[in-house]
């Protein structure tokens, strides 16, 4: 798929039909994770695959969204921030939420392009999901990612902001891009 329509394709899905996906496709959207960028080229990222329906039931109540558990397949995103923060120092955890960042967007891309579906939930209970998947205490937990086929029905577009919403020039709040064409010098005869 190009890289354009990926990104214009990929939403929020929160209804998947009985299906899994196949674990192989999984591992493809993960390989796609790995491939984002990391400070001193240091990839802190591990990830959880979940296949049990009964942890999936689990899951989805330490999420409080329990269309979670309509889920046949979830990958939690875990960081390990020491090395980071031993390079960086407090910049490090700062590297480390960064780098979670770029490494789930190449894996929602990956899903839109491998015809699969995903919603990024950062909201859970920490310390429950932690216990759930025996995650060791000095590790983050950066992200829950059910994935399976969407249920189609009436699909929900949330129109995106246009750019010139989003777009300052030169400092913050100047809008307007500053011309090329300096006035010419004045010239005296």
């Known amino acids: 798929m190009e890289l354009d329509l990926a990104i214009r394709k990929r939403r929020s899905v929160r209804a998947f039909k009985n299906a899994a996906p196949s674990w192989k496709d999984v591992l493809e959207a993960i390989d796609a ?98 216990d759930l998947f025996k995650v060791p205490k000095h590790m983050q937990i950066e992200a829950v990612l059910p994935i399976g086929y969407e249920i189609h029905g009436k699909e929900i577009h949330v129109k995106k902001k246009d750019l010139e919403n989003v777009l300052y020039w030169e400092e913050w709040d100047k809008t307007k891009r500053p011309t090329l064409f300096k006035e010419p010098p004045i010239q005296h005869k």
Do not use: M
């Open 33 to 130: 994770a790995n491939q984002a960028p990391f400070a001193g080229n240091h990839n802190h990222l591990k990830f959880i695959c979940v296949e049990d329906g009964e942890k999936i039931k689990e899951l989805a109540k330490f999420t409080d969204q329990t269309w979670v558990g309509t889920s046949k397949f979830i990958v939690v995103l875990v960081s390990d921030d020491a090395h980071l923060e031993n390079q960086y120092g407090d910049r490090g955890r700062v590297y480390s939420r960064q780098q979670a960042g770029a490494a789930i967007q190449n894996f929602l891309l990956k899903i839109v392009d491998l015809k699969l579906a995903t919603c990024w939930i950062g909201s859970y209970d920490d310390s429950k999901v932690r």
